[in-house]
């Protein structure tokens, strides 16, 4: 289902950037409901494409970013500056709706996606964290934190406001044997030093 969905994903933003050529060689403007759309799908993609958005945000005329049509597409690109500069409380700000009907399944997508993988980084990057921390980073009450992390199996001291997450740890691969890491090392000293 989430092969299907990102290949729906690809597929949406083919037909918009098509779509976004055809509007500017026959007419010359754009519909803001293109530019809507597609910005919505290169934030919601898995990574994100900033890069894509940052540019079409540059395309964008500045009488559209301006104007009344132009306020949710301005809504939507404060949720890739805060992607692109890594602020979680100002994504989750901005993923606060109302969207329009065209880009509010992709958004609700997209806040999902946000939350697991923020979620899952948590789980990868910490042996523990303060609840309040990992709050913020998931964008959610302390409460919701709590009741997320025991719900993954993740310890939680309520006195303290310590979680001990535990995803991850099995994932990290096999150690490689000592002499094998020592030959590795030798290797990369000698290439480095030739």
């Known amino acids: 289902m989430v092969a299907q969905a990102v290949e729906d994903l690809q597929e949406m933003v083919s037909r918009l950037e098509q779509q976004e050529l055809d509007c500017q060689t026959g007419s010359g403007t754009v519909p803001v409901s293109v530019y809507c759309e597609l910005l919505a799908c290169y934030l919601a993609m898995d990574p994100p494409n900033l890069t894509q958005a940052k540019y079409l945000m540059q395309r964008v005329p500045a009488t559209v970013k301006q104007g009344e049509e132009g306020a949710e597409l301005v809504k939507l690109w404060a949720v890739g500056k805060g992607m692109w500069t890594r602020d979680n409380p100002a994504v989750y700000a901005a993923l606060a709706g109302p969207w329009s009907s065209g880009v509010e399944h992709i ?45 993954a199996g993740w310890g939680w001291d309520k006195g303290s406001g310590i979680v001990t997450p535990r995803q991850g740890r099995e994932d990290r691969g096999v ?16 290439y480095l030093e030739n």
């Open 175 to 190: 150690v490689p044997p000592t002499e094998e890491q020592l030959n590795r090392i030798t290797n990369f000293i000698s």
């Open 107 to 151: 958004m609700a997508k997209l806040g999902q996606g946000f939350r697991d993988s923020q979620r899952k980084l948590v789980g990868e990057a910490y042996s523990t964290i303060k609840i309040s921390d990992m709050a913020l980073y998931l964008g959610m009450s302390e409460a919701e934190a709590g009741a997320m992390a025991e719900g």
